[in-house]
């Protein structure tokens, strides 16, 4: 049975949440279910907002109160108006429903980015559900965003990306045992595959590279992998380089960083790129060093390619996409000693990369889309 959606989501970046949503809505829609987005923060008009099917309507709240949607900005005063914007933005959501057409005909509405939207202040009528999508680990989620739990007993579901958060929320919140289902991220398996065999001729004078796929900001601890790679490459003068793919708040620090190191010739950031999963298919290895995850796209997607993946051990997501070091390699958070030694054993051809490789193509199937697609429908059709 079709559905009427109404999809909120504030701050669309590039990153994973968002790569996700694009990929949920597309398919929603594909489908037959009608869809709408509401954006409630910032906008980047960025190559994952093209890739939204057109057929999807959209409703910018910024737009709709004249509020200027923009990145956080840099100076003092700026800042400060900011985030008042934006909170008087998510306060009239309240009110949101007298500025969407046919608002009384949809059936569900979704808050997105682990409940930023703040969707349980919306006034909805008794044949509406309203749904939370929660991206991480909820002890991590409640301490970020200061999200009141009771807020979450006004929704009708809770939807978490793997088993192991939803035995977290249900340790940390009781209540809503009765609330959390588990419906792991959707991948267009087929696609990324295509895109991955296309040709991508820069990449070319990059070769042999170890990838890094990710927004170059704090949470993803690039100074482990550039001290990392830098006492392997001290030790072995390696030709293989390490290239970063991505964009953040710090990309011109670290740059200037590897300049100031004289590695400029080694290390190359090369800021965001289309087509990402050709860079994965060429790589000696995708590597992640972060401090923290939800459930990391980029794991999965490197995995789809065929490329060996090596990741911090870092609370929730990488352990159980690895399968615990079955189908990649872990190694223990901020330790850029012993991501070195992976790096020198693999320079040294003493890893058995295909033998991880194997085992992830056996892994990747539990994302499949169509799975993923099939389990929203049926939360969504529910009664």
Sequence with gaps: MQKKLIFFIKDFIV?????????????????????LIVWTGFLEQNHLYQQINPRIKQLNTNDLWHLVGEKKPSSPFKKILYVLKRNLNLYLLKDISKHIPNFETYDCLIDFKNGSSKVWRIKTLPHQKKFVWVHGAFSRFFKKNKFKTYRLLDYNNLICLTESFKRQTIQHFPAAKEKVVVIRNPFDIPAIVRKSKEAEPQLKQYRPYFLHVSRISADKDIQTMLNAYKIFYEKTKSPINLVFIGHGELF????????????????????????????????????LCSFNEGLPTVLIEGQICRTLVIASNCEDGPDEILENGKCGILFEP??????????????????????????????????????????VQNLINKE
Excluded at 21 to 34: F, H, P, S
Excluded at 258 to 282: A, D, E, Y
């Design 15 to 35: 990153g994973g949440v968002e790569q996700i949503l694009v990929t949920t809505v597309n398919e929603l829609q594909k489908q037959g279910n009608e869809v």
């Design 252 to 287: 011109d620090f670290y740059r200037q960083q590897v300049q100031t190191r004289g590695l400029q010739n080694k290390i190359h950031f090369l800021g965001n790129q289309s087509n990402p999963f050709c860079w994965m298919k060429n790589a000696e290895a995708l590597i």
């Design 334 to 375: 901020c330790n850029a000693e012993q991501l070195a030694q992976i790096l020198e054993k693999y320079h040294n051809q003493k890893i058995n990369k295909e033998q991880y490789i194997q085992n992830a193509d056996k892994h990747i199937k539990n994302f499949d889309k169509a799975t993923f697609v099939q389990k």
